[in-house]
């Protein structure tokens, strides 16, 4: 065998090697990153829950479950470890928007387009765990920073379509997640093969469920933004706590506050079921 030919044989079993490493610290980052995600809907959740039955002193959000964490045993590092988590599943997000996604045309830019911007989003939500965890804010009230940034986009020129357009755009948003939900299309991206039958009902009553709660909160606080824009009144903009209290106050009362919150649990749960099953 002669050098060139050896040279090239090497190169090419390095740049294996080099895949096969990022296609590791992809999926390890994936995992912890959809890990993560559980913990805050399940979170989420609970506290929707106790709002439901008169009980609880903590907004339904984000900020609400970062408290709660905090004070938990070992709360400090339970943040730390929550925004490395949601690190990676930023970092996975932008692995497959510049290198294509996982399945049938992965390649195509009508599914990295998306991933880019999941990729965006979840560096925002790092970043505030982060913040919280050392100890500079980010745990601030999603209703709050709802109206504030509602108001800030209106004084904008055109600033009311904007927030229309974002309205319209999260209730589409929340009714595709729906369906897909319950259509099952996550099946497609799971590994199910081998899985016992209690085990499949696992994933589907959470997927189902869990995914269905999740879409009728998006188009729910979607509906809202639209309104606030035809409105012209940013106050009437809720973020994820207010959105939830919202479902106390229809004629169902807080029994449907309930059964949405008992859906993000569920969500929560399947989320850490994809952490384990989720093709990568």
């Not at 050392?134 to 209106?154: L, Y």
Request: aromatic residues 8%; hydrophobic residues 50%; proline residues 2%.
């Amino acid at each position: 065998m002669n050098a060139g030919v050896a040279g090239d044989l090497a190169r090419t079993g390095r740049g294996r090697a080099r895949r096969a490493a990022n296609g590791s610290a992809a999926e390890g980052a994936a995992r912890a990153g959809l890990a993560a995600r559980g913990v805050i809907y399940l979170l989420v959740g609970i506290l929707a829950l106790q709002i439901a039955f008169g009980g609880g002193n903590r907004q339904a959000d984000r900020g609400g479950a970062l408290a709660e964490l905090s004070d938990r045993p070992f709360g400090a590092v339970l943040l730390w470890a929550l925004g490395a988590g949601l690190v990676g599943m930023a970092l996975w997000r932008l692995s497959e928007a510049a290198f294509g996604v996982t399945g049938k045309d992965g390649h195509k830019a009508k599914k990295r387009l998306p991933a880019a911007a999941r990729c965006v989003f979840y560096a925002f939500v790092a970043y505030s765990v982060l913040a919280f965890a050392a100890g500079s804010g980010g745990g601030g009230s999603s209703d709050r920073q709802s109206r504030d940034v509602t108001a800030r986009v209106m004084e904008m020129p055109a600033g009311r379509w904007l927030v229309g357009a974002a309205g319209v755009a999260i209730v589409v948003a929340g009714v595709v997640i729906g369906v897909q939900a319950l259509r099952r299309t996550y099946r497609k991206k799971m590994k199910l093969g081998g899985l016992s039958p209690r085990a499949r009902l696992l994933v589907d009553v959470t997927g189902v469920g869990g995914g269905t709660a999740r879409g009728i909160v998006f188009a729910a606080a979607g509906a809202f933004a639209v309104r606030a824009a035809l409105a012209y009144e940013p106050d009437r903009a809720k973020g994820l706590d207010d959105t939830l209290r919202s479902f106390a106050r229809t004629p169902l009362g807080p029994w449907l506050l309930a059964l949405v919150a008992a859906g993000l649990v569920l969500f929560g749960v399947f989320s850490f079921v994809l952490a384990r099953l989720r093709r990568v």
